[in-house]
T-cell receptor, first 115, second 111 residues
Framework: NAGVTQTPKFRVLKTGQSMTLLCAQDMNHEYMYWYRQDPGMGLRLIHYSVGEGTTAKGEVPDGYNVSRLKKQNFLLGLESAAPSQTSVYFC??????????????FGPGTRLTVL | GENVEQHPSTLSVQEGDSAVIKCTYSDSASNYFPWYKQELGKGPQLIIDIRSNVGEKKDQRIAVTLNKTAKHFSLHITETQPEDSAVYFCAASRTASKLTFGTGTRLQVTL
């Protein structure tokens, strides 16, 4: 199993450009997440999904959109990139357990720079 | 919402010594407390977790303790080795879908 993979690994954008980050998992997990990691701020949840066709806002959703058309994929979109969105983005997935939380498995990250 | 504070932000120990990282949380309903290790250029990886119905959990050189009354939990690494050098994150959650992370501790194990 490849686990959680992210595409691309690096990207440089100009202010106002758009892009989509792709996350794929082959563990048949129901839950998927997008986080951003900034120096001194840990990981902050952007959006998450509890199943195919569903999405929900996390702690810092503004400026991002997401889609979960297939169970194994979770896309993060930036419609009009801003320098404040320069960050490392991590995708994660976990199993569905109705009575308890479960381990989140993280991808290797995408380093995005917005000029 | 939940707020997790983590200390120290950096920690340097000599090989063979112990390292302790502490976290406090604000939401008394939180019931799941994982610890993640992040090596340079990689995503975080779970190393140990504890649920609110236990006070301590051990896995070889790693242990986590939880004090629900005081709302704090700690990571203990004994007999540290150079490969333990990494950034460590604590987190807290009361649902299956939302982890709130601390700001991280950079651990450096020196020879």
């Amino acid at each position: 199993n490849a686990g959680v993979t992210q595409t691309p690994k690096f990207r440089v954008l100009k202010t106002g450009q758009s892009m989509t980050l792709l996350c794929a998992q082959d563990m048949n997990h129901e839950y998927m997440y997008w986080y951003r990691q900034d120096p001194g701020m840990g990981l902050r949840l952007i959006h998450y999904s509890v199943g195919e066709g569903t999405t929900a806002k996390g702690e810092v959703p503004d400026g991002y959109n997401v889609s979960r058309l297939k169970k194994q994929n979770f896309l993060l979109g930036l419609e009009s990139a801003a320098p404040s969105q320069t960050s490392v983005y991590f995708c994660a997935s976990s199993e569905l357990r109705r009575t308890s939380t479960d381990t989140q498995y993280f991808g290797p990250g995408t380093r995005l720079t917005v000029l | 919402g939940e707020n997790v504070e983590q200390h120290p932000s950096t920690l340097s120990v000599q090989e063979g010594d112990s390292a302790v990282i502490k976290c406090t949380y604000s939401d008394s309903a939180s019931n799941y407390f994982p610890w993640y290790k992040q090596e340079l250029g990689k995503g975080p990886q779970l190393i140990i977790d504890i649920r609110s119905n236990v006070g301590e959990k051990k896995d070889q050189r790693i242990a986590v303790t939880l004090n629900k009354t005081a709302k704090h939990f700690s990571l203990h690494i004994t007999e540290t080795q150079p490969e333990d050098s990494a950034v460590y994150f604590c987190a807290a959650s009361r649902t299956a879908s939302k982890l709130t992370f601390g700001t991280g501790t950079r651990l450096q194990v020196t020879l």
